[in-house]
């Protein structure tokens, strides 16, 4: 999976290879899947959630620029795969997901696999976490019409927030802040389940 569908696409941080590497796909996915674990394709999870294709995962990784002493918020736990990746890279991260079933499935493969550096928490994602903020850099997993300005509060100077906009045409954007403001770059076209706004 990872030479063929991480690095042969362009994935050259190092540090995303090796994470990806370690971290066994198939306990992500249920057990109906576990031999599409490694297709180049999203996989359902249930309650409408997916498990994001592995080159998604190792895109949006690399695009964070995560460093190993990095306190990173993720908004949109899961199956707890990209949680556990970034874990292998960083400090510490706390991850938000609004469906308890979601958030505790994702919590018990964290625990079984022995990922000590992640906290997943039960909550309403779009407003961020106000409570260990500012972030090293912030992660979304589930697509905006708009970037949440709570997110870009909530991001350190120099630090990126990664995360797909648009309904039907989706586009993943990395928006990063500096003394300046607020710069925007683009990426590639993507498809996520929306991100549901703390008011529906």
Request: net charge negative.
């Amino acid at each position: 999976m990872v030479e063929y569908q991480i690095m042969a696409r362009g994935i050259s941080d190092q540090r995303v290879i090796d994470a990806m590497l370690k971290v066994p796909r198939h306990k992500f996915v249920p057990e109906n899947l576990i031999d599409s674990a490694y297709d180049d394709t999203p996989l359902p999870i249930g309650y409408g959630q997916t498990i994001s294709q592995p080159y998604i995962v190792g895109l949006m990784t690399e695009l964070l620029e995560p460093h190993s002493d990095d306190v990173i918020l993720e908004i949109g736990t899961g199956s707890g795969y990209q949680s556990a990746v970034l874990s292998q890279i960083v400090k510490k991260v706390y991850s938000v997901e609004r469906i308890r079933e979601i958030a505790e499935s994702a919590n018990k493969k964290i625990e079984e696999l022995g990922y000590h550096n992640i906290e997943i928490l039960i909550g309403d994602g779009y407003s961020g976490l106000e409570e260990f903020a500012p972030y090293d850099g912030i992660i979304v997993t589930a697509a905006a019409n708009e970037v949440p300005q709570p997110l870009l509060n909530q991001l350190k100077e120099g630090a990126h927030l990664i995360i797909p906009i648009g309904n039907f045409g989706q586009r993943l954007w990395r928006f990063t802040k500096t003394a300046e403001g607020i710069e925007k770059q683009p990426s590639i076209g993507v498809r996520f389940v929306p991100l549901v706004p703390e008011t529906v």
